[in-house]
């Protein structure tokens, strides 16, 4: 069948039913083919970076693969960044991208969008990518989409394939195996003897212990155990964190939910409670400097089990080909003892929230606002973009089922606004997007595409006329400035609501207006420039006295 075909028929087969994209001329085929009738529904955007973003907040909050479709050259080199964002935090993004085809590759000329060579695009792309090709063989299309994808689903990360523009119609092979194949993928396999080794090994130290805790990473998200790692907490009763980067890969409201766990900047009873743990288990925990807090890590090996990249520690024994899936079943098949009953709270940085509401709003008003809003609500994902708000969003508390997304460990200003985008888009849950007014002025435009895909989001920007959470170790103000925008004017503008506080009570009616309002929301927040979220002046005080980041003139 013609390869365009093929692609269409494949990708349906696992389930996609979107494509995130913008054409240009060396992909216009590709795209009439992929979006054909019956074929997939094109969700065009305005500008690269937010299709990357949206593919990839459609991929978080499906947990199936998003697919972005662009242009060479322009398109895709301006695609770099959020791909690299999906490859860091592990999200699975198919990136399809056209290309000249041969004949015009043979005219000796350099070709339009073309950087360096004509190879430029995909060695770029192989570094951000667990898997990427160029589909040059008629011969080994069908085997090489497929290794491709299989490779995305097996890893979570991007993959990439380049289709030259004069290959889209020809016609392709596919192989019977492949024709019969029910469109399944599987995770990687472990050794189920070393499975059973590090899970017996794991239950003798877990029931050992007189004060367990677990930490529940992004791995578990990503590998779709949301519901083993629910029942195993349950079985095991202890108390559980999650991590900056795996916030809601538990539900928030659960009994045995504590909030997140930063390092030493975390809630003063999750830091005692971890202190006091005399067995830490982390399931699927990425060791970075922001689920750290920004310290050395302090992993005290001899009292924690960790689980992660496929292998486990327990202790200082590591068993190596055990995939987080196999270990969390396993443990669910463990004659584990429940540990005694202990009163778990869940714990924020959040101060009490005085009662008057006539007066100017703080970023902590903003945070306890949300949080009432939300717990009256269901079918909410809340959204924080980077600055201030993904520290800010650690305070956000979504109950009755509501998702969580933000990029907790690439951290990329811009992933919000497009990010929510795709994610109303997989799972129709309405977006609540915590955005700075820098955040907003990278990628926040991409609003203004709502109303043409049918969405709604309510986009909190919070306005503090900068880059505000640079304000306490940077001398220079000005260099921190942002030029007004009229945030709330420009949603009437676009198709949607806006609205503009700067009290308490504005915030709390503006909000309760914007769930009754169907088309997207706007809700300018004004707040002081030196005013920030709890954890965002524990962070910034904490690098600080560390040295990293002295008060600098740039
Ligand atoms: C793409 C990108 N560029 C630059 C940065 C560095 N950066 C991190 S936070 C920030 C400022 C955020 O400003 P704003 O969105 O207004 O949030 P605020 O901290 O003021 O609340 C910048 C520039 C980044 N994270 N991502
Ligand atoms: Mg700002």
């Known amino acids: 069948m013609p390869?365009?075909?093929?692609?269409?028929?494949?990708?349906?087969?696992?389930?996609?039913?979107?494509?995130?994209?913008?054409?240009?001329?060396?992909?216009?085929?590709?795209?009439?083919?992929?979006?054909?009738?019956?074929?997939?529904?094109?969700?065009?955007?305005?500008?690269?970076?937010?299709?990357?973003?949206?593919?990839?907040?459609?991929?978080?909050?499906?947990?199936?693969?998003?697919?972005?479709?662009?242009?060479?050259?322009?398109?895709?080199?301006?695609?770099?960044?959020?791909?690299?964002?999906?490859?860091?935090?592990r999200v699975p993004v198919l990136v399809i991208s056209g290309g000249p085809g041969e004949d015009e590759r043979k005219l000796g000329t350099l070709i339009h969008h073309q950087a360096k060579e004509i190879e430029s695009q995909l060695r770029i792309y192989q570094e951000l990518t667990c898997a990427a090709r160029v589909l040059d063989d008629p011969r080994s299309v069908a085997e090489s989409v497929h290794e491709v994808v299989q490779e995305v689903w097996r890893e979570?990360?991007?993959?990439?394939?380049?289709?030259?523009?004069?290959?889209?119609?020809?016609?392709?092979p596919v192989p019977p195996a492949l024709l019969a194949w029910d469109g399944s993928l599987h995770f990687r396999r472990s050794d189920d003897r070393r499975v059973d080794e590090a899970v017996r090994d794991t239950t003798a130290r877990f029931n050992a212990a007189r004060r367990p805790f677990t930490m529940v990473g992004i791995e578990t998200f990503r590998y779709k155990l949301q519901h083993d790692v629910r029942a195993l907490a349950e079985r095991m009763g202890a108390p559980v964190t999650t991590t900056v980067l795996s916030k809601g890969a538990i539900p928030m409201d659960h009994p045995l939910y504590m909030g997140v766990h930063?390092?030493?900047?975390?809630?003063?009873?999750?830091?005692?409670?971890?202190?006091?743990?005399?067995?830490?288990?982390?399931?699927?925990?990425?060791?970075?400097?922001?689920?750290?807090?920004?310290?050395?890590?302090q992993i005290t090996r001899d009292r924690s089990i960790w689980a992660v990249g496929g292998r486990v520690n327990v202790s200082f024994h590591t068993y190596t080909d055990v995939h987080i899936r196999d270990f969390v079943r396993g443990l669910l098949r463990a004659p584990l003892r429940r540990h005694r009953r202990e009163k778990v709270r869940y714990c924020d940085n959040l101060p009490p929230q005085p009662a008057e509401t006539r007066r100017t709003l703080r970023v902590t008003d903003v945070l306890h606002e949300v949080?009432?809003?939300?717990?009256?609500?269901?079918?909410?994902?809340?959204?924080?973009?980077?600055?201030?708000?993904?520290?800010?969003?650690?305070?956000?508390?979504?109950?009755r089922g509501g998702g969580y997304l933000a990029q907790g460990y690439y951290a990329s200003m811009g992933f919000g606004v497009p990010g929510a985008l795709g994610a109303q888009i997989g799972t129709g849950a309405r977006p609540l997007v915590l955005c700075g007014d820098g955040a907003f002025q990278m990628t926040g435009p991409e609003i203004a595409q709502a109303p043409?895909?049918?969405?709604?989001?309510?986009?909190?920007?919070?306005?503090?006329?900068?880059?505000?959470?640079?304000?306490?170790?940077?001398?220079?103000?000005?260099?921190?400035?942002?030029?007004?925008?009229?945030?709330?004017?420009?949603?009437?503008?676009?198709?949607?609501?806006?609205?503009?506080?700067?009290?308490?009570?504005?915030?709390?009616?503006?909000?309760?207006?914007?769930?009754?309002?169907?088309?997207?929301?706007?809700?300018?927040?004004?707040?002081?420039?030196?005013?920030?979220?709890?954890?965002?002046?524990?962070?910034?005080?904490?690098?600080?006295?560390?040295?990293?980041?002295?008060?600098?003139?740039?």
């Open 371 to 399: 949080n009432r809003f939300l717990r009256g609500r269901r079918g909410y994902v809340v959204v924080a973009e980077s600055g201030d708000m993904l520290f800010a969003g650690l305070d956000v508390r979504v109950e």
């Open 156 to 172: 979570q990360r991007p993959g990439y394939l380049e289709i030259h523009r004069d290959m889209v119609e020809r016609r392709i």
């Open 3 to 89: 390869l365009g075909d093929f692609l269409v028929a494949y990708l349906q087969r696992i389930g996609v039913t979107h494509l995130f994209g913008i054409p240009g001329d060396l992909v216009l085929r590709l795209f009439a083919r992929l979006g054909r009738p019956r074929g997939l529904k094109i969700v065009t955007l305005s500008h690269e970076p937010g299709v990357g973003f949206a593919a990839d907040g459609y991929a978080r909050a499906t947990g199936r693969i998003g697919v972005a479709c662009v242009t060479y050259g322009a398109g895709g080199h301006n695609m770099v960044n959020p791909v690299a964002g999906s490859f860091s935090e």
């Open 262 to 297: 930063i390092g030493p900047l975390s809630p003063r009873p999750i830091v005692a409670r971890v202190d006091r743990a005399d067995l830490v288990l982390n399931l699927g925990t990425l060791l970075t400097d922001m689920n750290l807090g920004s310290r050395p890590p």
């Open 452 to 554: 043409r895909h049918g969405l709604n989001p309510i986009v909190l920007v919070l306005n503090n006329g900068g880059w505000q959470i640079f304000r306490p170790v940077v001398t220079r103000r000005e260099l921190l400035d942002l030029p007004p925008w009229p945030y709330a004017r420009l949603a009437d503008d676009w198709g949607g609501r806006g609205f503009y506080v700067a009290r308490v009570d504005e915030l709390r009616a503006a909000l309760a207006e914007a769930a009754r309002v169907e088309s997207f929301v706007v809700i300018e927040a004004i707040v002081r420039p030196d005013d920030l979220s709890p954890v965002s002046r524990k962070y910034i005080a904490a690098s600080a006295r560390r040295g990293r980041a002295r008060a600098v003139t740039p």
